[in-house]
């Protein structure tokens, strides 16, 4: 068991520019989410997939906000067009069903 | 609305004292989950509740869920500095996506020695 894993661990981009986030798994967990958090605040939820399929989408999620799960597998994150209230910390988690979720260091993300 | 209300949201506590968290919902929950969030770190999961009146230790911790399933207690008996971190209750819906969580907004504990 190696643990979630996420890439790149921080990331700074200019306003306008777009980004994308990388999440593997544990290997044997068929379901990934991810979050955002903030300071202060718990994880708000973002999407979710059951291998490769996206279940759910949060309403807060604006459009510029994509996610795949190919092959059910990693998982990629992208924020198109950022905007200063993006800036947070992007975590990832995975499950073994509706199991406890576990959760990766996350991407931190600084939008100047 | 499918919302989880947390509360306090800082405690702080000298080391050997007791330290409890609260987390409320106004509709009835499937189940609920506690983590803890060490500062600069990730949330790791503690225990998961799923039936009513439901109550699960673990060595100084005691967690309960209400009868009605709409409120849950994270209790931690005699602090250690060990403890200090965020600890988050996550509740699930019936209805809502399988697995999915909302969280609530964390008790921030300091222990002092």
């Known amino acids: 068991d190696t643990g979630v894993s996420q890439d790149p661990r921080h990331k700074i981009t200019k306003r306008g520019q777009n980004v994308t986030f990388r999440c593997d798994p544990i290997?044997?967990?068929?379901?990934l989410y991810w979050y955002r958090q903030t300071l202060g605040q718990g994880p708000e939820f973002l999407t979710y997939f059951q291998n490769e399929a996206q279940l759910e989408k949060s309403r807060l999620l604006s459009d510029r906000f994509s996610a795949e799960r190919p092959k059910g597998s990693f998982s990629t994150l992208e924020i198109q067009r950022t905007e200063q209230g993006d800036s947070a910390m992007y975590l990832c988690?995975?499950?073994?069903?509706?199991?406890?979720?576990?959760f990766g260091d996350g991407t931190r993300l600084s939008i100047l | 609305g499918q919302q989880v209300m947390q509360i306090p949201q800082y405690q702080h506590v000298q080391e050997g004292e007791d330290f409890t968290t609260y987390c409320n919902s106004s509709t009835t929950l499937s189940n609920i989950q506690w983590y803890k969030q060490r500062p600069g770190g990730h949330p790791v999961f503690l225990i998961q509740l799923v039936k009513s009146g439901e109550v699960k230790k673990q060595k100084r911790l005691t967690f309960q869920f209400g009868e009605a399933k709409k409120n849950s207690s994270l209790h931690i008996t005699a602090t250690q500095t060990t403890d200090v971190g965020t600890y988050f209750c996550a509740g699930g819906y019936r209805g809502s996506t399988l697995g999915r969580l909302y969280f609530g907004r964390g008790t921030q504990l300091t222990v002092w020695p």
């Open positions: 988690a995975s499950s073994l069903g509706s199991g406890p979720q576990h």
């Open positions: 290997s044997e967990h068929n379901r």
